[in-house]
């Protein structure tokens, strides 16, 4: 007979990883334990077979299970209004940054339909909702820091206020990424942010880890940290 999704996931789970994995995504507390590696292996197969009815009947009793369903979505061979549609409909199921990251860096249909998942992202780069906004902004960060799209990608960022912790860090490490790309750009929107301090400065903490970074900007981005 064969095995459900949830069967398999459980024979997958790691104990010691999954208290480790547990750690890094406070409030979630129905983890499993099963590695991003070995779900990226049942992903690409559940990609291959009825995705469709595979989509429709997901449960989300683990972790695990919604994290298959953002990573087989990735996987899918379809068009892209059809991909479109299994997005929007996922993202209400995004409730931690692990699931939501892993979800945007599985979606590189983006790379080919940039025109189309950018129009689509509009009212996500809007919302009140914190994962979802965040879903929006990590969005950009992944496919749109580039000379077509960097100018909107700052205005966006610039205007994603929430007081949701996970959306500042998103905001913070996409500014970060931004300047090792656009340094002069971001450079000059640094200087005259409205930012909140706390997002402001974690964007200010990301660059100078950046190994991408020379010293000599590093210290002066030292001296624009506010207090």
């Known amino acids: 007979m064969k095995k459900t999704i949830k069967e398999r996931l459980t024979e997958l789970a790691d104990e010691e990883y999954r208290q480790f994995h547990s750690k890094l995504i406070p409030g979630t507390d129905n983890v499993l334990g099963v590695r991003l590696p070995r779900l990226r292996e049942l992903a690409k197969e559940q990609a291959k ?29 379809t068009d892209i209004a059809a991909t479109l549609h299994y997005i929007a409909a996922f993202v209400p199921k995004i409730n931690n940054w692990a699931v939501c990251d892993s979800f945007c ?13 950018w129009e689509f992202l509009q009212p996500y780069l809007v919302s009140p909702k ?17 000379d077509k799209y960097i100018d909107q990608v700052i205005a966006h960022l610039d205007n994603a206020r929430h007081e949701g912790y996970y959306v500042k860090m998103a905001v913070a490490w996409a ?7 656009y340094q002069e750009k971001t450079m000059a929107y640094l200087q005259q942010s409205t930012l909140d301090n706390f997002t402001y400065n974690k964007a200010l ?11 000599e900007t590093k210290d002066l981005i030292r001296r624009m940290k506010r207090k």
Do not use: P
């Open 130 to 146: 914190e994962f979802e906004l965040r879903f929006g902004v990590v969005m950009l960060l992944n496919y749109y820091i580039e």
């Open 175 to 181: 500014l970060s990424v931004c300047f090792v790309k």
């Open 49 to 77: 077979g009825d995705w469709q009815d595979y989509l429709l009947t997901a449960k989300d009793d683990y972790y695990e299970e919604t994290m298959l369903q953002a990573l087989v979505i990735g996987h899918i061979k």
């Open 205 to 215: 903490q990301k660059i100078l880890e950046s190994y991408r970074v020379n010293q």
């Open 105 to 117: 860096s599985s979606l590189k249909i983006t790379k080919k339909y940039q025109e189309q998942v």
